[in-house]
Every structure is written in C-alpha cells, then in structure tokens.
C-alpha cells in the first residue's frame, strides 16, 4: 500500500501563498472605507452608528454605546466622514506568509 504524504511535508513550510481581494475606489481614485490602510472603524461600525441615529438615539448615547468620540458619531451622521460611495472595484495581491 503506498503511503500518502500531506500537503505540507511535500512542499515545506517556507512558501508564501497570493490571495486575491477587491478594495473600494472613489470617484477621485482612492481607496475608501474599510480599504483605508488606517482606517480606525470597520464598515459595519459606520452603519451602526448611521442606523441607531436613525432609531432616535443622540450623539452622546451612540458614543458610549459605540465607545466612539462623540465628534466622530456626529462626523459620520453629518456625512462630514466616511461618506463617499465607491465609483469602481480593484482587485488587488496580498502575499500572506
């Protein structure tokens, strides 16, 4: 009976494998939302804060709900931030070790 080898004692743990995802662009060409390399709150935080301003709560109720600054809730209500809307999608590389 010949012997099966795994996957990983074939071809060693040194290998780097490329994975492919789509990163939102604005109108202007850059990224947007969650693609930000420094974005400090995810999409579905944003909606949150959005949809919870919608069900009557203040600012100040979402922002200790939220544990979010209260000038941020209100800059996300207001549409003074994260309020652009992707134009196209890229798809970019990673290498993830």
């Known amino acids: 009976m010949k012997k099966r080898l795994c996957m990983y004692s074939e071809i060693g743990p040194n290998i780097s494998v490329t994975a492919s995802r789509f990163i939102a662009i604005s109108e202007g060409g850059v990224r947007i939302g969650e693609d930000v390399p420094t974005v400090r709150w995810t ?21 200790k709900k939220m544990e979010i600054p209260k000038s941020t809730v209100y800059a996300i209500c207001c549409g003074k ?17």
């Open 81 to 97: 931030l994260r309020a652009a809307y992707p134009k196209t999608w890229k798809k970019v590389q990673r290498t993830e070790d």
């Open 43 to 63: 999409d579905g935080e944003v909606e949150s804060v959005r949809l919870l301003r919608e069900a009557g709560m203040s600012y100040g109720e979402i922002s």
